[in-house]
Every structure is written in C-alpha cells, then in structure tokens.
C-alpha cells in the first residue's frame, strides 16, 4: 500500500484545487512559517477521520473551509481526496485504487465517500484500522506532538503501542460487543418488568376473552337463525304471491265479463232511451209544437240563438223572436187583450193549454239532451221553432 497523491480543494489555505503527487521513496515539503505546510498533514488526517476540531487548530469543523481573504471571496465548502495504491490488496477492498473522499459545507453538512460512493465515517475508520494510517496511530505526527507522547500518562502510552503492534482494532471490537451486551441485558429487564406488570392482567384479560367467545358464538347462531327466518319469510311471500296474483288475473277476467255486461246493458238502456224520445218527438210534432211565423215587419224583431247537439256533435239552432214594439202598438195590444179577455171561448182556452204543454215539453227535450251530453252519446234533434 503506497500514498500516490493528495488533492485539496478549499481546505484552509489551499482555495484553489491543488494535487501533491507522492513519488516512491522520501517526499519532504519545506518552506516559510505560514505557507500551510502543517495544512498538508492535517489535510490527511481530516480525510482519514479526525473529529476533533482542536487537533486540526481551530474552534469548529467549519473552520477548516476556506474563509476568504482580501483578494478572494470564500468557499461554501472544502473537500479533501486521499489515492492509494491498493496493489497487493493490504485494504480489504478489490480496487488496485483506492480514493476516500470527505467533504464539509458551511451549513455543517459532510459527506463520506470510498471510489466515489457513498459511506460512513465509522466505515472509513474501520478500513484504516490496524494498517498504521489510522486516525490515532503514530503514523502522522504534527507539531508537539512528541511532547505529548514522552510526557502522556502509562494508559495513553499503552493504546499507542496496541495501535502500532495491530490490537486496538480488536479491542475496539471487544468494547462493541460489550456495548451490545449491555443493551440487551438492560431490554431484558425491561422485558421482565413488563411481564410482570402483564401477569396482573392475565386474569381479567381471560375472562373477557372468554366473554368474547361466548359472544362471538352467539351471534353466529343468532345469524344462522336469522337467515332461515328469512328464507321462510321469502318462501311465505312467494306463496302469497302467487295466491294473489291467480286472484288477480282471476279478477280481471271477470271484471272483462262485467264490463262486457255494462257495455251490453247501457246499449239497450240507450236504444230504449232513444226510441221513447223519438215517439215523443212525433207526439210533439202532431200537437202542432213546431210552427213557423211569418211577419212582414222583419227590423222590430230580434233573434236569440241557443245551440243544441245533433248525432254528428255539430248545433242546432233555435230562435225565439222577440218583437219590440212602439208606444202606439202597446195601447193597441192592451186593447186587444182587454177584448180577448172578453171574448175568450173554450176553443181559446184550449189553445193556451196546448201551447203551455208545448213550452214544458220543449224544457224536458233541454234536459234530455244535457243526459245525452253525459253519456257522451248526442241525439239527433230536427231543427225546431217556437215562440217563447
């Protein structure tokens, strides 16, 4: 496994891209105090996982974005690549290349990213693990550092050298696996303390369970008599049914014959009718009901015309004439009267008898052709004169 190359782009003071190729053998960067050469390492071991802002030299992770100067504006985020040639498969990965990716944004979104596909940090530490790149190995050591490490306590000093001789990563493991083993003791007595709360309930619980069966059972016999209820209701319906549509159909054949009856009857009603009516009308005739008057003087009379029916629904007229006479004629017509009075004999008597029965017939012929009118069958009438 060799470091093949180093690309930066808005990490610290590096605001453009800028790639350090690592050649086979020693590579050493020198320069002026504040050119960014500890920004080289620290590049690395930001790449590799570090999370503490403190040992990168600033107050947050935000900070390691580039932050602008009086010349350039600053970046929205900072992004470091790290190459490594993976020849002899020492990473447990099948790429003769590997390149791990961190990015970070102003907002304090980061990402994490293996041959440019995404992961998480905890599988980046996990593939540096024991390979001597880690981020807590001795591999890279920045400024005081040394002194750190002479004046550090017997416990740090023993986790560095676990780390250079390959254990930490197992022990790391261990306390994994211990964690885990907490966790589940802790959701055992949480099971156990809710087991017992439940056997408290078991009783109460079992007695409305059996409530439930019992009702449940219930109701499908309830459903079952139900349903032969109703299939006997609708057996009972069809025969009912049947019964009254015979009924019916019964009935209608005799209200057929009825009406047949009725028709035959009303017929010979009818033609009886029609018979008595016409010998009236003859008898009318030789009693001399229809009579016809002449008068010369034609502008003192006045028509008035009312409408009969004949067979064919067409009028018939009648007209009464009306005489208006002047005040002459009046005293005339007195003293006519006044003598007729006088000389009245029987046969006169008899004539006024003959035309006061004419008049009640004539109103009897009205109200027979009103009946008629109803019945919806008109009588035929001859066209007939009278004075009223």
């Known amino acids: 496994m060799l470091l093949k190359r180093l690309e930066m782009n808005g990490f610290k003071s590096f605001a453009d891209k800028v790639a350090i190729d690592f050649v086979p053998g020693m590579t050493a960067v020198v320069g002026p105090n504040g050119s960014g050469k500890s920004n080289i390492t620290e590049a690395i071991r930001w790449v590799l996982g570090e999370q503490s802002a403190k040992s990168l030299r600033g107050g947050r992770m935000g900070d390691v974005i580039f932050a602008g100067s009086d010349s350039r504006k600053p970046i929205n985020f900072a992004e470091v690549s790290l190459v490594l040639a993976n020849d002899d498969r020492y990473l447990p990965l099948d790429y003769s290349e590997v390149v791990v990716t961190r990015r970070i944004y102003r907002n304090g979104d980061s990402e994490f990213l293996i041959n440019k596909q995404t992961c998480?940090?905890?599988?980046?530490?996990?593939?540096?693990?024991?390979?001597?790149?880690?981020?807590?190995?001795?591999?890279?050591?920045?400024?005081?550092?040394?002194?750190?490490?002479?004046?550090?306590?017997?416990?740090?000093?023993?986790s560095i050298f676990e780390e250079a001789a390959g254990v930490l990563k197992y022990k790391n493991r261990k306390k994994q696996a211990e964690n885990k083993l907490l966790e589940t003791e802790e959701n055992l007595n949480r099971v156990e303390d809710i087991l017992h709360e439940l056997e408290g309930q078991l009783e109460p619980l079992e007695i409305q369970a059996s409530i439930a069966r019992d009702y449940l059972y219930q109701?499908?016999?309830?459903?079952?008599?139900?349903?032969?209820?109703?299939?006997?209701?609708?057996?009972?319906?069809?025969?009912?049914?049947?019964?009254?549509?015979?009924?019916?159909?019964?009935?209608?054949?005799?209200?057929?014959?009825?009406?047949?009856?009725?028709?035959?009857?009303?017929?010979?009603?009818?033609?009886?009718?029609?018979?008595?009516?016409?010998?009236?009308?003859?008898?009318?005739?030789?009693?001399?009901?229809?009579?016809?008057?002449?008068?010369?003087?034609?502008?003192?009379?006045?028509?008035?015309?009312?409408?009969?029916?004949?067979?064919?629904?067409?009028?018939?007229?009648?007209?009464?004439?009306?005489?208006?006479?002047?005040?002459?004629?009046?005293?005339?017509?007195?003293?006519?009267?006044?003598?007729?009075?006088?000389?009245?004999?029987?046969?006169?008597?008899?004539?006024?008898?003959?035309?006061?029965?004419?008049?009640?017939?004539?109103?009897?012929?009205?109200?027979?052709?009103?009946?008629?009118?109803?019945?919806?069958?008109?009588?035929?009438?001859?066209?007939?004169?009278?004075?009223?």
């Open 120 to 158: 998480r940090l905890k599988d980046i530490v996990d593939l540096f693990m024991d390979s001597g790149l880690g981020r807590e190995s001795m591999s890279i050591i920045s400024q005081g550092k040394i002194d750190e490490i002479l004046n550090s306590k017997p416990e740090e000093r023993r």
């Open 219 to 388: 109701q499908e016999e309830l459903e079952k008599y139900e349903v032969g209820l109703i299939a006997f209701e609708l057996e009972t319906i069809a025969e009912k049914l049947e019964v009254s549509r015979t009924k019916f159909m019964e009935n209608q054949t005799a209200l057929v014959e009825i009406r047949k009856d009725v028709a035959s009857l009303e017929g010979d009603a009818f033609s009886k009718k029609r018979k008595k009516l016409l010998k009236q009308m003859k008898r009318s005739k030789k009693c001399g009901m229809i009579c016809c008057m002449k008068r010369s003087d034609s502008s003192n009379w006045k028509g008035n015309e009312t409408s009969f029916l004949n067979g064919k629904n067409t009028g018939v007229k009648m007209r009464a004439y009306n005489r208006i006479p002047s005040r002459k004629r009046l005293r005339k017509l007195q003293r006519l009267k006044r003598k007729k009075r006088n000389c009245l004999t029987k046969n006169v008597k008899k004539k006024r008898l003959m035309k006061f029965r004419c008049v009640k017939k004539m109103s009897f012929l009205k109200s027979l052709s009103i009946m008629m009118r109803c019945l919806r069958k008109p009588l035929k009438i001859r066209k007939v004169i009278c004075l009223s």
